[in-house]
């Protein structure tokens, strides 16, 4: 699970501003040698795990476009999750973006409408208006079905996928660090392995590979992280608004009732 692909020090300019965003943000050098390892591995063992790897990119930041084509050199098609209600927003991809990345065979999914930070304490009207809303915009721009989908803020529950499944999802990825996939009806529900500003070339070959260790810590860390914000509640979810935020910039689809300043309503989007 990739984010935005950005210069050291120019953070804010793919996807959604601030310090708890950046972590997750990598620059190309970084971002060229873990598709370097990546390939490399592939020729060396002929397979990584069991197959190619599935990279994915969430959130919708215009670095979306020089991501697609670092990983075409490699001979790689990125999955790219889209945050609607932000789409043309400074920072995020176009209707014309997204289209090409489509025509070039990359997959275009959602990252819901609004993207709250805690999804699975949204209530099941709004979860179905994130989820529906968001897959109608989606396939009004790039003129196809769109039926993948990622959960925003790394809150997942069961009553999220069921609501994507209502939705017309049948793939849907988390944050868990998870290998194999579940399902639930028809719909396939996989976990994915977090890439970091830090995470090495090797590390990333490694996690794509399937070797248990940095795969166990990531696990590990995972657990705590959701234990930290079950004994957080509120006071967390403040602290995760404050930080990714630089002024009012992202309005996060948790606060129900504000105006939304991040992008205007797309009509069949979501409003905050």
Same mark, same amino acid.
């Given at each position: 699970?990739?984010?935005?692909?950005?210069?050291?020090? /120019?953070?804010?300019?793919?996807?959604?501003?601030?310090?708890?965003?950046?972590?997750?943000?990598?620059?190309?050098?970084?971002?060229?040698?873990?598709?370097?390892?990546?390939?490399?591995?592939?020729?060396?063992?002929?397979?990584?795990?069991?197959?190619? =790897?599935?990279?994915?990119?969430?959130?919708?930041?215009?670095?979306?476009?020089?991501?697609?084509?670092?990983?075409?050199?490699?001979?790689?098609?990125?999955?790219?999750?889209?945050?609607?209600?932000?789409?043309?927003?400074?920072?995020?991809?176009?209707? $014309?973006?997204?289209?090409?990345? /489509?025509?070039?065979?990359?997959?275009?999914?959602?990252?819901? /409408?609004?993207?709250?930070?805690?999804?699975?304490? /949204?209530?099941?009207?709004?979860?179905?208006?994130?989820?529906?809303?968001?897959?109608?915009?989606?396939?009004?721009?790039?003129?196809?079905?769109?039926?993948?989908?990622?959960?925003?803020?790394?809150?997942?529950?069961?009553?999220?996928?069921?609501?994507?499944?209502?939705?017309?999802?049948?793939?849907?990825?988390?944050?868990? =660090?998870?290998?194999? =996939?579940?399902?639930?009806?028809?719909?396939?529900?996989?976990? $994915?392995?977090?890439?970091?500003?830090?995470?090495?070339?090797?590390?990333?070959?490694?996690?794509?590979?399937?070797?248990?260790? =940095?795969?166990?810590?990531?696990?590990?860390?995972?657990?705590?992280?959701?234990?930290?914000?079950?004994?957080?509640?509120?006071?967390?979810?403040?602290?995760?608004?404050?930080?990714?935020?630089?002024?009012?910039?992202?309005?996060?689809?948790?606060?129900?009732?504000?105006?939304?300043?991040?992008?205007?309503?797309?009509?069949?989007?979501?409003?905050?």
């Amino acid at each position: 699970m990739y984010h935005d692909v950005v210069p050291a020090g /120019c953070e804010d300019a793919s996807g959604f501003p601030g310090r708890d965003a950046a972590l997750y943000k990598v620059t190309p050098e970084l971002f060229e040698a873990h598709l370097k390892a990546l390939a490399e591995l592939r020729r060396i063992e002929g397979q990584i795990g069991s197959a190619t =790897p599935v990279l994915t990119f969430d959130d919708g930041g215009i670095s979306a476009l020089y991501a697609a084509e670092v990983l075409e050199q490699y001979g790689f098609r990125g999955h790219f999750f889209v945050t609607v209600n932000y789409i043309a927003a400074p920072g995020f991809v176009d209707e $014309r973006a997204m289209r090409e990345l /489509c025509g070039r065979g990359h997959t275009i999914g959602s990252h819901s /409408c609004s993207h709250p930070l805690r999804m699975a304490h /949204c209530s099941r009207d709004q979860l179905a208006r994130e989820w529906t809303a968001s897959r109608s915009a989606l396939e009004d721009i790039v003129g196809q079905e769109v039926r993948v989908a990622s959960v925003p803020g790394g809150d997942y529950a069961r009553h999220v996928a069921i609501a994507a499944a209502e939705a017309g999802f049948t793939q849907l990825f988390t944050s868990e =660090p998870r290998s194999r =996939p579940q399902r639930l009806g028809t719909m396939r529900i996989h976990g $994915r392995f977090t890439i970091q500003r830090w995470t090495s070339p090797r590390t990333a070959a490694a996690l794509a590979a399937g070797r248990w260790l =940095p795969r166990a810590r990531q696990v590990i860390a995972w657990e705590a992280k959701k234990i930290g914000k079950h004994l957080g509640g509120d006071p967390y979810l403040r602290l995760r608004r404050l930080l990714p935020r630089h002024g009012d910039k992202v309005v996060w689809g948790d606060r129900v009732g504000e105006p939304e300043r991040g992008r205007r309503d797309r009509g069949s989007g979501l409003r905050a």
